[in-house]
T-cell receptor, first 113, second 107 residues
Framework: DAEITQSPRHKITETGRQVTLACHQT?????MFWYRQDLGHGLRLIHY???????NKGEVSDGYSVSRSNTEDLPLTLESAASSQTSVYFC????????????FGEGSRLTVL | KNEVEQSPQNLTAQEGEFITINCSYS?????LHWLQQHPGGGIVSLFM?????KKHGRLIATINIQEKHSSLHITASHPRDSAVYIC?????????WGAGTKLIIKP
C-alpha cells in the first residue's frame, strides 16, 4: 500500500544545531507540504512543493528550508534550531492541489532545548 | 480575522447524540477539506468537497458555496469519535486551516 512516512518521530536537540526531518511518500504525488502544529494554532504551512526542483515558502518559513530532488522526498531542515521551533511537524502530500485528497504523515515531535 | 473559522472550539456530548461542527470561510475556494486528528496526533483526511454533500458511514459533510459555510455532522456519536476536527480550504493554490474543534463523546 502507498504511504507517507516521517522520521524521526521524536527528536530532542539543542539550540543552534542543524536538524533534518525526513518525509517520504510512495503515492507518486507531485504536491508535498510541511506544517507545524502548536497549541492554540491550527496547522501552519512552512514550505511546500508542487514537483521536483520546485519549492515555495509558506507563512512560517523563517529558519526552515526544504529541497525536492525527487518525487518521493521532501526533507525539512532547521539550519540552526531555536526553542521557538519546538513543535509537532506534519508532512502531507496530494495528487492535485485543488482537488486531491491529502495524506498526512504520523508527525515528528521536535524539542529544542 | 482568521480566514477560516470553526465553531464550536470545544464540544462535549453524550454517546448517541447528533453532532454538528461548523466551518465558515471568507475567501474564494476551489475545495474544502475536513480532517480528523485523534489524541496521539495522527491526521486523517475525512472529506474533500467543492459542492453539495458527501457521506461516509456516520459522517456527513455539507458545503454551501454561496454562504461560504460547511458543516460536519456525526450521527449516532460514539466515544471513538472523540478527536479534533479540522476544516481547511483550498484558496489560490494555498491550503488555509482552521484552529480545529475538539470533540469529546462521553459513554
Amino acid at each position: 500500500d502507498a504511504e507517507i512516512t516521517q522520521s524521526p518521530r521524536h527528536k530532542i536537540t539543542e539550540t543552534g544545531r542543524q536538524v533534518t526531518l525526513a518525509c517520504h511518500q510512495t503515492w507518486n504525488h507531485n504536491n508535498m507540504f510541511w506544517y507545524r502544529q502548536d497549541l492554540g494554532h491550527g496547522l501552519r504551512l512552512i514550505h511546500y512543493s508542487y514537483g521536483v526542483q520546485d519549492t515555495n515558502k509558506g507563512e512560517v518559513s523563517d529558519g526552515y528550508s526544504v529541497s525536492r530532488s525527487n518525487t518521493e522526498d521532501l526533507p525539512l531542515t532547521l539550519e540552526s534550531a531555536a526553542s521557538s521551533q519546538t513543535s509537532v511537524y506534519f508532512c502531507a502530500s496530494s495528487g492535485d492541489v485543488n482537488t486531491g485528497e491529502l495524506f498526512f504523515g504520523e508527525g515528528s515531535r521536535l524539542t529544542v532545548l | 480575522k482568521n480566514e477560516v473559522e470553526q465553531s464550536p472550539q470545544n464540544l462535549t456530548a453524550q454517546e448517541g447524540e447528533f453532532i454538528t461542527i461548523n466551518c465558515s470561510y471568507s475567501v474564494g475556494i476551489s475545495a474544502l477539506h475536513w480532517l480528523q486528528q485523534h489524541p496521539g496526533g495522527g491526521i486523517v483526511s475525512l472529506f474533500m468537497l467543492s459542492s453539495g454533500k458527501k457521506k461516509h458511514g456516520r459522517l456527513i459533510a455539507t458545503i454551501n458555496i454561496q454562504e461560504k459555510h460547511s458543516s460536519l455532522h456525526i450521527t449516532a456519536s460514539h466515544p471513538r469519535d472523540s478527536a479534533v476536527y479540522i476544516c481547511g480550504v483550498d484558496s489560490n493554490y494555498q491550503l488555509i486551516w482552521g484552529a480545529g474543534t475538539k470533540l469529546i463523546i462521553k459513554p
